[in-house]
């Protein structure tokens, strides 16, 4: 079976990123592998090149830094032997993620709660009670 060649316009369709960021993420150096070239020099994928990329889209989506994800394409692009690294920067992401999800949820809480005052007062009609900051 033959490995799988997309242009850029299947890869940025099936991983959400535009054109304009897969070559940012080429010319920063984010791709594990090489972006091979027809002989008219347009760029070819593969489907392992697109797994990555999604893999890279939910890492910048979850808020890692572009240092942190250029860091860990390198360590990948290195091979074996400095998985210890890797997992050293995701655990930090994770934690990192982690902590976002706690604000995120007491956020929610107060805007929950928030929600809940003003749909009992509505529903009594009575506005009366309600934060007026011109009262």
């Not at 572009?66 to 050293?88: I, S, T």
């Not at 902590?99 to 009575?126: D, N």
């Amino acid at each position: 079976m033959s490995e799988q060649s997309l242009s850029i316009g299947e890869v940025a369709e099936r991983t959400g990123l535009s054109v304009h960021a897969l070559r940012f993420y080429e010319r920063e150096g984010l791709l594990v592998g090489p972006v091979r070239r027809t002989s008219g020099g347009r760029r070819r994928y593969s489907s392992l090149d697109v797994d990555w990329l999604l893999i890279c889209v939910k890492l910048r989506e979850s808020g890692m830094p572009l240092a942190d994800l250029k860091q860990f394409a390198q360590l990948v692009c290195q091979g074996p032997g400095n998985e210890a690294e890797r997992l050293r920067l995701l655990d930090t992401h994770q934690r990192r993620v982690d902590a976002q999800i706690r604000a995120l949820e007491e956020c929610r809480s107060v805007i929950a709660w928030k929600v809940g005052v003003y749909a009992e007062h509505l529903a009594r009609g009575e506005a009366g009670g309600l934060w007026d900051p011109t009262a």
